[in-house]
């Protein structure tokens, strides 16, 4: 798995038998990915699929771009393809002060796009090249989703961040997403953590900052049961 950090969010290039892309930046990053995948030699026939983790925008803003230079389908759960048609990020609820400051700088709109796979909660990537499972993961959206790696590597969207500052800082220590899509539902994405550590993930790869080890991850997920992890909306 090759990690590009694109200015505010992560990328993901998995090369199997295909090559599969998982999130794809802002729109104005679109061209540092491009060069970004040219620079390891990825080739524009190798690429299968580009897998959201998640529809808003620091995700699925490169998205167009990267389609059509790749001729690749674009896959989004069903529950998040609404925001990949309008090319907004759907219902953000900020949680805590940092978050609120943040959200006129990511709550962009961004290039609609047309999914061309909408999937349930049944996803396989095998005949896309990839030997992974797809597993939902709401709360942080509707439609998150996370993707486990036979070796136990997980991608997750934004169901935790890894550090601050986008990860400049403490880039392996979690903490909570910026934004909830239901404030009254937030034991939502306190089970979509648990999904991915039940499933097996021993690392988490994470669209900001990160990657987390498990025990980090399972720490936090204690501290989240017990209500501490995840502040109250200010
Ligand atoms: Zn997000
Ligand atoms: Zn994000």
Redo the contacts with the bound molecule.
Sequence with gaps: MIRVNLSIANMYILRGRRTVLVDTGTAGTADRALRALAGHGVRPDEVSLILLT?A?S??AGGARALREAFNAPVAVHRADADMARRGDNGRLIPIGLEARFSQRFVDRPFPPLEPDIIFDDDFDPGPFGLDATVIPTPG??PGSVSLLLPGGEAIV??ILRGGIMGGALLSGRPSA?Y?LYDLADRSVLVDSVRRVLDAGATILYT?HGGPLKRSAAGAWLAGAVSGQAMPARS
Aim: net charge negative.
């Design positions: 998640h808003h620091d995700h942080h959206s969207g934004d997403p934004f669209g």
